[in-house]
């Protein structure tokens, strides 16, 4: 690891520094600032889809944590110029969820539940091979669990920023069911 080092200018070393960090700063802020937006909107609208219909609401969002760790975890790959194993990924999930949908629907005769249920495996799959992929990436896009945290003034800039977006979307999001009922 050190012959690097060696084999670099200094002005290049702490340009390549400088840049990393703007990089992962600017990447953080807007994906967290993005997460945090989605959620909001997540929880609001689950108040509404509680109020139409509990069994259904229950059956879509079991499978969003999988696709929120899928989407982020392709970005973060794709951001590095992979854009192979994310597509991966994605078809392992979907060549299961063909599969699971024969076997629950036909063999099984499940119907709505067993599409549901292999929607779920699909996304467990596809999200699984992407968070592997990341605990086994190159430095600096390794994933160490270990060094996750979340500083508070970071959480309030998020809150700050996605408290009024998340309310637009759900504001958007109402006002579009009452014109279709209107």
């Not at 992962?24 to 997460?35: A, H, I, K, P």
């Not at 973060?76 to 990924?89: E, F, M, N, T």
Request: with cysteine; aromatic share 8%; net charge positive.
């Amino acid at each position: 690891p050190f012959s690097w080092h060696m084999q670099n200018r200094t002005g290049d070393i702490i340009q390549r520094c400088t840049s990393d960090i703007d990089t992962t700063r600017n990447f953080v802020s807007e994906q967290m600032t993005n997460l945090l937006r989605i959620l909001i909107l997540l929880v609001l609208s689950m108040v509404f889809m509680l109020g139409m219909n509990p069994w259904l609401t229950l059956i879509a969002l079991i499978p969003m944590p999988f696709i929120m760790l899928y989407n982020f975890g392709s970005a973060i790959l794709r951001s590095k110029g992979d854009s192979k194993r994310p597509v991966y990924a994605l078809l392992c999930g979907g060549i299961l969820n063909v599969l699971l949908n024969l076997l629950l629907v036909i063999v099984f005769h499940l119907h709505v539940i067993g599409v549901a249920s292999a929607t779920v495996a699909s996304n467990v799959v596809s999200s699984s091979l992407v968070l592997f992929f990341l605990l086994h990436e190159e430095d600096p896009f390794r994933l160490q669990t270990d060094r996750l945290r979340l500083s508070r003034k970071h959480l309030v800039q998020m809150i700050r920023i996605g408290l009024p977006a998340g309310l637009q979307g759900v504001v958007e999001i109402v006002d579009g069911k009452l014109r279709g009922i209107l």
